[in-house]
């Protein structure tokens, strides 16, 4: 099991230095990655792995590799999603910025219908289950609904 209570003192704590709500940070590592440090998912042009789904451009920006991030556990790999979430700090208000942090950085502190992607882009293609009214388009919204069914199913599994 990778939620420990060492892995909940540090999300708190990391939270706390972000101004975020810890459950919030933990909704969204549990939709990425359900606090698989290992975990991988297919992304634009690669992959990405670890509690936020961490891209491997984006790791070399922290000084790490996916590879090193799938290794490490669920407690040391939080060093880097606090690193990761650190530039947006002040800017995350709600659990949809914080989840926009770390699934589309530009759109932290847009409004809720903010159009993300679209039909027929390559943002789109990869995230169409995130299209929730099959309009051809994803907003901030129905994005972040993805993040709240994951939360509320499995917080009425236990």
Excluded: C, W
């Excluded at 297919?42 to 070399?60: D, F, H, V, Y």
């Amino acid at each position: 099991m990778h939620v420990t209570q060492a892995f909940k003192g540090k999300v708190i704590e990391i939270s706390s230095k972000l101004g975020i709500q810890p459950d919030d940070l933990m909704a969204v590592m549990a939709f990425e990655s359900r606090f698989d440090p290992a975990a991988k998912t297919k992304a634009p042009g690669g992959s990405a792995t670890g509690l936020i789904q961490i891209i491997e451009a984006r790791a070399n920006e922290l000084g790490t590799t996916t590879e090193a991030l799938s290794k490490m556990s669920a407690v040391e790999q939080l060093d880097y999603v606090y690193a990761h979430l650190k530039p947006k700090a002040g800017d995350m208000k709600t659990l949809s910025d914080i989840y926009m942090a770390v699934f589309r950085p530009i759109a932290v502190e847009e409004a809720e219908n903010e159009v993300l992607f679209k039909i027929g882009t390559d943002g789109y293609s990869g995230n169409a289950p995130l299209d929730i009214n099959g309009d051809g388009q994803i907003t901030k919204a129905e994005a972040t609904q993805m993040v709240i069914n994951r939360r509320d199913s499995d917080y009425k599994k236990k």
